[in-house]
């Protein structure tokens, strides 16, 4: 699970704590400038991740980890309460706040060192997927240099937990057969190089509620992206407060002002969307099966949307009862009144949309 090195020690804690701060050099130059320190940390390391914030969602192995009564756990800020409720040992939260990022990095591993030298073992319980845009990689590597060897434990993560929460599949056959993982903010705050606009991909964009404006502008001039392109914004996915914000490249940045929509949040951008549903699940499946089905036999014979529409229709009257209404097209407007979880709004062919209700 670990291994200590022989030149790891509790002084080498003190020392480093201290120049970490004061000069900002990498660790690892300063843990290897100390190589012969005298002592060595006793403890052991494991790295988690914790999900997205639903406690069902933590794997056997994090929920073990997290309810060691021994564990000293040294949490990201993200983490939910829920989660941390499950801590029976110590817990330590870091304040990793956009703009105070290093210090709290500092103190996150001042706090592990601490623990380690104590001969805890120090659970560094980390938001998502430890190696997903978490820094985990890095710490890897400064705990090897402490002379830690710690253990990784995957996490489910936002950037598909997200989505898939917020009713979207990132892949969808026929729709979408490549998915993208994107920052809003790069090291630094560098805004990262966007991918050419492809009709077959979802892009799914992490830490980028405050860059939403230009990246949804930029989208369109820079990366060649319809405007229309759909975007969903999924806040707080697998938490109490989960809600998804549903627009497209032109509009989402303003309704996400209006709706005040705040991080954590993943952004969604592509055709793989289904807008809005109330349906039973099973009424979903069937109506994205039964959608790409009808694409299928009627586009390759030439036919129209009034074609597709009737073939969706027949199939939902046929599995469903009788009385469901259907809508196909590239652009439309609509207010229809539906019997409650019997009406749907989605795509399974980028730029046409399907909006299915029973009246
Ligand atoms: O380089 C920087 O840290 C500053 C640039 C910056 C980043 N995110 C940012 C900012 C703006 C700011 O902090 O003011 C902006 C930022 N940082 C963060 C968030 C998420 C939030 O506050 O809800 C956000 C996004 C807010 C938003 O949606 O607008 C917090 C954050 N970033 C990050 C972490 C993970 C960690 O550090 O352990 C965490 C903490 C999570 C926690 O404590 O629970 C990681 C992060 N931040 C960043 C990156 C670089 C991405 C890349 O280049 O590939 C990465 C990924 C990595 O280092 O592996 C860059
Ligand atoms: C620093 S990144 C960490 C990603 C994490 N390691 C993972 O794999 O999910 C933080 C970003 O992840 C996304 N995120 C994390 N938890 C989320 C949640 N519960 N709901 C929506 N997005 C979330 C947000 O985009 C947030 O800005």
Partial sequence: MFTISPRASSSLYTETSVTFVASGMSSTALFSSNPSSPSSPTGRLTMVGAGPG???????AALHSISDPEALVISDRLVSQEILDLVKGEVRVANKSPGC?????????????????????????KIGDPFVFGRGGEEVLKFRGMGVEPKVIPGVS????????GGIPVTHRGVANQVVMCTGYGREGTSPDLIKYHPDQTVVFVMAVGRLRELSRKLISMAGYPPDTPVAIVEQAGNPGQRTIRGNLVDIADKAERENVKPPSTIVVGDTHIY????????????ITISQEAFQMNV???????????????GFDKSFGRGWNCVVGRSFG???????????????VPGVYILLWKA
């Fill in 300 to 314: 390759t014979k030439g036919k129209v949307y009034a074609t597709i529409a009737a073939h969706i229709r027949a």
């Fill in 54 to 60: 639903d406690p069902n969602l933590l794997t056997v």
């Fill in 276 to 287: 809005a549903e109330d349906m039973t699940d099973e009424m979903c499946s069937s109506a």
């Fill in 158 to 165: 936002a950037v598909f937990a997200a989505p898939l929460l």
């Fill in 334 to 348: 609509a207010f229809v009144t539906h019997e409650i979880k019997t009406y749907m709004y989605f795509t399974v």
């Fill in 101 to 125: 990022a290093d210090k709290a990095q500092n103190e996150i591993y001042t706090w592990c060192l601490g623990g380690l030298a104590e001969g805890k073992h120090v659970v560094r319980l």
